[in-house]
């Protein structure tokens, strides 16, 4: 129960701080969202792909042992 009142908490300030960012800022600057000031929120890490390769030696070099 005292989780939940927690994360209540914050989602009103993180909407309280979220709005008042976004009523001052300039106007080529992106809104903020309240995720932006939510500590308890988990945010996805940037993700960087993968190269694509169709060139199997790799694997063979790191899984095959002459």
């Given at each position: 129960?005292?989780?939940?009142?927690?994360?209540?908490?914050?989602d009103h300030t993180a909407h309280l701080l979220a709005m008042i960012r976004n009523v001052n800022r300039?106007?080529?600057t992106p809104a903020a969202k309240p995720d932006?000031?939510?500590?308890?929120?988990?945010?996805?890490?940037?993700?960087?792909?993968v190269a694509?390769?169709?060139?199997?030696?790799?694997l063979r070099d790191v899984f095959v042992r002459d």
């Open positions: 129960m005292a989780e939940g009142r927690r994360r209540e908490a914050w300039g106007p080529s932006d000031f939510h500590p308890l929120r988990q945010r996805q890490a940037a993700v960087k792909p694509k390769t169709n060139d199997l030696t790799i």
